[in-house]
């Protein structure tokens, strides 16, 4: 089975967060008429090509909304692991978390596009940030004991909310941006979880193998 790592805030702190992203109104008339090529945030960059096809089935929403199932601080990907492997996982993070401080962070602030190819609205957080890094980075090193080599850069102290369309506008982000940064949510405390990937219905679902609270 495929093992990923992850930290999943509550979904009572994801679903606060994800109100205030869809309490900014899109202007009415906005978007783009089908076969128009983008005249958003996307059209400006140039992300379609001159020889791209230029035919939509619709007018694409203001943004894309990650579904609050699917929100998440991704750590590492572990591959493709046997059952007794993804225990040894588990077990040797376990066994390190147990010397990890219990960062407690909520979300507050945001920002967007934030380097180069990123076409993400993003929720910032703080709080333990640094102690939250630290176990960003603790994981990789962790199942490093095993013999699994994971990439040790997949980690930010940000939480993807929303992705930009050919529709997106320049003001329209800037409110969405200015709504996070208003935003002051509910103090969580981190906690690691292992998750398995499956296929349902042609779609990429991960599910929950095992939870690990830190206890340092």
Do not use: C
């Not at 007018?59 to 699917?70: A, N, Q």
């Not at 993400?120 to 939250?132: P, R, T």
């Not at 490093?144 to 982000?173: C, I, N, W």
């Not at 991960?206 to 609270?213: D, G, T, V």
């Amino acid at each position: 089975m495929l093992v990923h790592g992850a930290i999943v805030p509550p979904r009572a702190v994801l679903e606060a967060l994800d109100d205030v992203v869809r309490s900014v109104p899109a202007p009415a008339g906005q978007g783009q008429a089908p076969g128009q090529p983008g005249r958003g945030v996307l059209g400006r960059l140039g992300r379609r090509r001159a020889d791209d096809p230029v035919e939509v089935p619709e007018v694409p929403p203001m943004l894309e909304h990650i579904p609050i199932e699917d929100m998440r601080f991704p750590v590492t990907g572990f591959g493709n692991l046997t059952t007794n492997d993804a225990r040894a996982v588990t077990d040797v993070i376990a066994e390190a978390a147990s010397e990890w401080p219990a960062p407690t962070v909520r979300f507050a602030g945001g920002t967007a596009l934030d380097f180069p190819g990123d076409w993400s609205v993003w929720a910032k957080l703080e709080g333990d940030v640094d102690e939250l890094m630290a176990v960003g980075r603790g994981v990789p090193q962790a199942v490093e004991r095993l013999g699994f080599f994971v990439d040790r850069r997949k980690f930010r102290p940000m939480l993807s909310v929303a992705t930009v369309t050919t529709s997106t506008t320049g003001p329209f982000l800037q409110q969405v941006v200015d709504a996070l940064d208003a935003f002051r949510g509910e103090p969580w405390t981190v906690e690691v979880s292992v998750l398995r990937e499956s296929f349902v219905d042609g779609k990429t679902v991960l599910s929950e193998y095992q939870r690990i609270p830190l206890v340092g």
